[in-house]
T-cell receptor
Framework: KNQVEQSPQSLIILEGKNCTLQ??????????LRWYKQDTGRGPVSLTI???SENTKSNGRYTATLDADTKQSSLHITASQLSDSASYICVVSEGTGNNRKLIWGLGTSLAVNP | EAQVTQNPRYLITVTGKKLTVTCSQNMNHEYMSWYRQDPGLGLRQIYYSMNVEVTDKGDVPEGYKVSRKEKRNFPLILESPSPNQTSLYFC????????????FGNGTRLTVT
């Protein structure tokens, strides 16, 4: 069964600190892996999309890694800010050609405290 | 401004009263989709459309209908809403599912009493 599992479920850090969120997946065939940020009550916003051949991708203070062999991804947030408080969702695209499906994780809820 | 617009933002209705949630995008995207989000269950896909006049069921299509008569619009229809359809709904669009991100609307919070 295709699944995306994220850990931890929730995380509290102090402003200015770094943190790393984890995503493990069992999706085949793999197409790409995405990270989204979702503020409470708002629609998710895309942070990054990684294909099979990409190991690392950055978007400002967000850096995503992908290990396609172990089927693991991480999202590292550097020098956290209060505005980073949100849910971070890992999504894996499975399938090929026009027959693709997005498999959504349940997200990691991050709280950045002053 | 490139965006996905959903209306209404909040909706309270009663069981059995037909309703429509509108979704419009101005990015000329071919792919559009509806999701519902419930605590502990994450985002679940209701219906999606690869292009005009092409719609397909997602993971939780029961009780919902959609149409795609024009590229920019993808309304979600609840013919006879029930309390278990109380949820936060999101419309999303994308150039495609290859390597393009989904752009989400701001959501519609629906309560069915």
């Amino acid at each position: 069964k295709n699944q995306v599992e994220q850990s931890p479920q929730s995380l509290i850090i102090l402003e200015g600190k770094n943190c790393t969120l984890q995503c493990n997946y069992t999706v085949s065939p793999f197409s790409n892996l995405r990270w989204y940020k979702q503020d409470t009550g708002r629609g998710p916003v895309s942070l990054t999309i990684m294909t099979f051949s990409e190991n690392t991708k950055s978007n400002g203070r967000y850096t995503a890694t992908l290990d396609a062999d172990t089927k693991q991804s991480s999202l590292h947030i550097t020098a956290s800010q209060l505005s980073d408080s949100a849910s971070y969702i890992c999504v894996v695209s499975e399938g090929t050609g026009n027959n693709r499906k997005l498999i959504w994780g349940l997200g990691t809820s991050l709280a950045v405290n002053p | 401004e490139a965006q996905v617009t959903q209306n209404p933002r909040y909706l309270i209705t009663v069981t059995g009263k037909k309703l429509t949630v509108t979704c419009s995008q101005n990015m000329n995207h071919e792919y559009m989709s509806w999701y519902r989000q419930d605590p502990g269950l994450g985002l679940r896909q209701i219906y999606y459309s690869m292009n005009v006049e092409v719609t397909d069921k997602g993971d939780v299509p029961e009780g919902y209908k959609v149409s795609r008569k024009e590229k920019r619009n993808f309304p979600l229809i609840l013919e006879s809403p029930s309390p278990n359809q109380t949820s936060l709904y999101f419309c999303a669009s994308s150039l495609g599912l290859l390597n393009s991100p989904l752009h989400f609307g701001n959501g519609t919070r629906l309560t069915v009493t």
